[in-house]
C-alpha cells in the first residue's frame, strides 16, 4: 500500500468517523429517554423522519474512490481571497456578522455576540498530520476575537466540533456559555468548560435576555468507528428582544425548516450551508445543495441569508469554487434580490 493510499484512507475515516478519544461511555441515558428522537433499543438518535441515515461499506467504499478520482482544483492550493475584518467598518446599528470561514459566523446583535460552530483548527480530524486540511485561514484567530456571550454547536462532527479550539476559546474567555444539542454536555465538561446548556430539539434556555432554542436538521453524529447517532444534532434558532437568527448548521434538505418557521417565526437572517454535496447520490441526506440551500431560505421565510459551510475544507467532489456560483444562478432564477442571500468572502464584515 503506497503512501498516498494510506493518507487517503486515514483521511477517509476521519472524515466519517471523526474519531474522539474519550468520547465513548460518557453517556447517561437517563438523560435521552424523554427525547422523543431517541431509540432506547439502539441507543442511537434519528431524524425527524425517523431516519438514521446509514451508509453501508459499498456506498463508503464508492464515496472513497469516487473521492480518489475527483477533479483537480486549484482552489486546494491556493485557497480563496482572505479579508481583514479589522480593516472593515463597523455597523453604525451595532449589527454585524463577519464569515470566519466554514461554519464559522461571529455575529454581534445589539451588544450581543455570538460565535457558531469555531474551528480554528488547521485540519478536520483528530490526526494532527491527517485529514482534511483548511485551504483559507480563519480570518481571525482565537487571541483577536472580541468578547464572547455564547457560543452554539450544531453536533460533533471534526468540522463543527473542534476541541482543540473550544478549550482555547474558554481558557481566554471562562465566561462563554456553550449551548449544545442532547449528548454533548459531557464532552465539553470533561474537557474542562463548565457553562454548558444540552437541549434537545424544541427545548429552549435563557441568557442574558437572549432565547436559544435548538431545533431537527436532517443529519447524523459520529467520532468514532462505534458512536454513530450516540449523540443529536441540531439547528439553532437565538431570540433577542427585537432579532431572530437562525443557524442551520449542517443538513440535508426536509420539512424541518418549515417546521421551524412554524413554530419559531421566521429570521431577520438565516445561515445556510451551500457545499459539500457532491457526489449527489451520497450526500444528499446529509448536505444541501446550493439549490435546496434557497429552498431551505423560503421555507423559512427569511429576510436575509448568508452561505455557511464552503470554500474552507475539501470534503467533497465537487469545486471548492462551485457553491456560491450554483447560489447566485439559483438566486437569479428565482428572482430573489441578490443581496437578500449572499456568499461572503472569508473574513467579510456584513452590516445587518
Known sequence: MNKRLISLTIFFISLFFLNG?????????????????????????????KDSNKKSSFELISFLLDFIKRPYDTRESEGF???????????????????IGHSTLLLTIDGITI??????????????SFGPKRVTPPALQIIDLPKIDAIIISHNHYD??????????????????????????NLLIKNGLEFVHELDWWEKATFNGL??????????????????????WS?????????????????????????????????????????????????????????????????????????IHWGTYKLTTELLSEPPIRLRAEIKRKNIKPSRFVSLKHGQKLNL
Not at 269 to 292: C, D, T, V, W
Request: charged fraction near 20%.
Open 211 to 232: 432565547t436559544f432554542t435548538a431545533t431537527p436538521v436532517n443529519h447524523w453524529s459520529s467520532r468514532s468507528l462505534f458512536d454513530r447517532n450516540k449523540t443529536l
Open 115 to 128: 460565535l457558531t460552530d469555531p474551528v480554528f483548527s488547521l485540519r478536520a480530524s483528530p490526526f494532527s
Open 235 to 307: 439547528g439553532w434558532m437565538i431570540d433577542w428582544p427585537n432579532y431572530r437568527f437562525y443557524f442551520a448548521g449542517d443538513s440535508g434538505y426536509s420539512n424541518d425548516f418549515i417546521e421551524t418557521r412554524n413554530r419559531l417565526g421566521s429570521p431577520d437572517l438565516a445561515a445556510i450551508p451551500i457545499g459539500a454535496y457532491a457526489p449527489r447520490n451520497f450526500m444528499k441526506q446529509s448536505h444541501i445543495n446550493p439549490e435546496e440551500a434557497v429552498r431551505v431560505f423560503e421555507d423559512l421565510s427569511a429576510k436575509r441569508a448568508i452561505a
Open 81 to 99: 481571497t482572505l479579508l481583514d475584518p479589522a480593516k472593515q467598518k463597523d455597523s453604525s446599528n451595532g449589527r454585524q456578522v463577519i464569515w
Open 160 to 185: 463543527h466540533l473542534d476541541i482543540k479550539s473550544l478549550k482555547e476559546l474558554n481558557k481566554t474567555q471562562p465566561q462563554i456559555r456553550f449551548f449544545v444539542p442532547l449528548g454533548l454536555k
Open 21 to 49: 478519544c474519550g468520547l465513548l461511555n460518557i453517556h447517561n441515558e437517563n438523560v435521552y429517554l424523554s427525547s422523543e428522537n431517541y431509540d432506547s433499543v439502539t441507543k442511537t438518535f434519528y431524524n425527524s423522519n
